[in-house]
């Protein structure tokens, strides 16, 4: 059971681990032990996840995010399976834990009236600039 709050708890059975062969320095164990863990996570269709806490984590512009809505985690971070799995799961539950806090809404606020002269004054500014790069007339 994995715990991402008081209330939200994800069971084993919704997370689907692979192991495979790790990449990278290792010598001839790395290609003889599948030490990188793959951890899907079906968020779309998990019974455990708030539907409002679901949406949010589907809205994220995250590349680990199927177009299905499975969330795949890879963890090849160290030389033992144990604490890629460790590494993958915890990884999970921080992705969730961003999104648990619903995101506060902006409140439209009016430009004062330095930011107004500020932005004007630099407008004449650069309109000065580019004048400047045209070709000089016969009373310059």
Request: glycine share 8%; charged share 35%; proline share 6%.
């Amino acid at each position: 059971m994995l715990t991402i709050s008081r209330s939200i708890h994800i069971p084993e059975s919704e997370l689907v681990e692979r192991f495979l062969r790790a990449d990278g320095p290792g010598g001839q164990h790395v290609n003889r032990t599948e030490s990188a863990v793959e951890l899907r996570f079906d968020v779309a269709r998990s019974p455990s996840l708030p539907e409002a806490l679901r949406g949010r984590v589907l809205e994220r512009a995250d590349r680990r995010l199927t177009s299905d809505g499975v969330l795949v985690i890879q963890a090849r971070r160290f030389r033992d399976q144990g604490r890629n799995r460790e590494d993958a799961r915890a990884r999970l539950i921080e992705i969730i834990r961003e999104v648990l806090q619903p995101p506060t809404r902006r409140i439209a606020t009016k430009p004062t009236r330095g930011s107004k002269e500020r932005r004007l004054a630099g407008k004449q500014q650069r309109g000065q600039i580019k004048k400047g790069r045209g070709r000089p007339s016969l009373h310059d």
